[in-house]
């Protein structure tokens, strides 16, 4: 469980992230915040290209940035879109995500800064691809 403090700058870091997103052609804005195992927070927004298939999520973005900096272990995550209801992950970042977080890993799924729902990676994703 993620104490309350963190809890604040990791959703802070989504929303932070949001506003820095690239999308000319949905402006659909996803902002993304990941924390590590040791306690620091990666962020990254979604980032669209004319060639749809080169675009790449916001949750994507921020475990690759966390991955760039030699961590490898998500503790949790916040995700925040810029529609009425949540962006939840799609199904390529939930098996992302799957690769560096346990089936416990807490997934917070943003209304706003005030209103979000907890998942478990597990139940957003209850039968991973594993190489082991």
């Known amino acids: ?10 959703i802070k870091g989504a929303i932070d ?3 820095k997103a690239y999308a000319p052609y949905s402006g659909y804005k996803v902002g993304a915040a990941v924390l590590s195992l040791d306690g620091e927070i990666f962020t990254g927004c979604n980032i669209e290209n004319a060639s749809y298939g080169l675009t790449n ?3 994507r973005t ?5 991955v760039s900096e030699g961590k490898y ?10 529609g009425d209801t949540p962006a939840f992950p799609c199904g390529a970042c939930r098996q992302v995500i799957s690769e560096f977080a ?4 807490e997934i917070f799924v943003l209304y706003s800064e ?6 478990k990676l597990k139940d957003l ?3 991973t691809f594993k190489l082991d």
């Open 62 to 66: 921020a475990i690759f940035k966390m």
């Open 102 to 105: 346990s089936g416990d890993t």
């Open 1 to 10: 469980m993620v104490e309350e403090s963190i809890l604040k700058e990791l």
């Open 125 to 127: 994703l209850p039968h």
């Open 17 to 19: 992230a949001r506003s």
């Open 114 to 119: 005030d209103k979000y729902e907890v998942y």
């Open 57 to 59: 999520c916001a949750e």
């Open 73 to 82: 272990e998500i503790k949790a995550m916040a995700i925040i879109g810029s």
